[in-house]
């Protein structure tokens, strides 16, 4: 058998993915919620500078327009860089637009503010959902990360169901009892080192269930 047979094509899509530095992917994930918060903190001076953007209001809208702009930049880029969107960021982008839309459009923040419970709210009850109808989502989204067993994945995929529910309940608490500054900065300098945090607590439960950690130890014990 030919073994170039067995190579990828270089077209292919996982193959894009796997190819995109690390750093370049984190920064179109985090750099939309950057914008975000720059331009909710710095509003008046861009609005100073670029007066075109009072045309959507506070500095609350200046941000919420931004991070529409910022949010589709960086999925076109993820597009051209991958040829795939990642299904966790394409669905947060469509509910950024969908929210964003209605927080300019009725000049209402609230809009805006509920969108990471929408999301999270979404997710979570995605991944429980699957998991009562005996399906672990979590492996379609992270397979190319990790390759864990089944009962792994089950167990994964409850506690990142559980997580994501939990953000969204932190979510409502914080923009329902807190100023906006704070809520912003909450959403940007809160949830990812909560979010980090979670992710590295797992590495227990990803390294027990490891698939390439156990054919490792078969193959040792025949030695």
Do not use: C
């Amino acid at each position: 058998m030919n073994p170039h047979i067995l190579e990828r094509d270089p077209s292919d899509p996982q193959k894009k993915k796997e190819s995109v530095n690390p750093l370049l992917k984190l920064v179109l994930e985090l750099g939309p919620l950057m914008v975000f918060f720059f331009a909710n903190a710095r509003g008046a001076w861009l609005v100073e500078k670029f007066p075109v953007l009072a045309e959507f209001g506070g500095p609350i809208f200046v941000a919420t327009g931004l991070f529409m702009a910022a949010t589709a930049i960086a999925l076109i880029a993820s597009w051209l860089l991958m040829r795939t969107l990642p299904i966790m960021p394409m669905v947060s982008g469509v509910v950024v637009f969908i929210f964003g839309a209605l927080t300019l459009y009725l000049q209402d923040d609230v809009f805006i503010k509920m969108k990471p419970t929408i999301v999270n709210t979404l997710f979570g009850g995605v991944l429980l959902g699957g998991l009562y109808f005996g399906r672990s989502l979590l492996g379609y989204v992270f397979d190319s990360a990790f390759r864990l067993d089944a009962e792994g994945w089950r167990k994964l995929t409850f506690r990142w169901g559980l997580f994501f529910l939990f953000l969204a309940l932190a979510n409502e608490v914080v923009w329902r009892n807190f100023s906006t500054d704070f809520w912003v900065t909450f959403k940007v300098w809160g949830i990812m080192p909560i979010t980090l945090l979670f992710t590295f607590s797992q590495m227990p439960l990803i390294l027990r269930h490891s698939i390439e950690d156990k054919t490792e130890k078969v193959e040792e014990a025949g030695k």
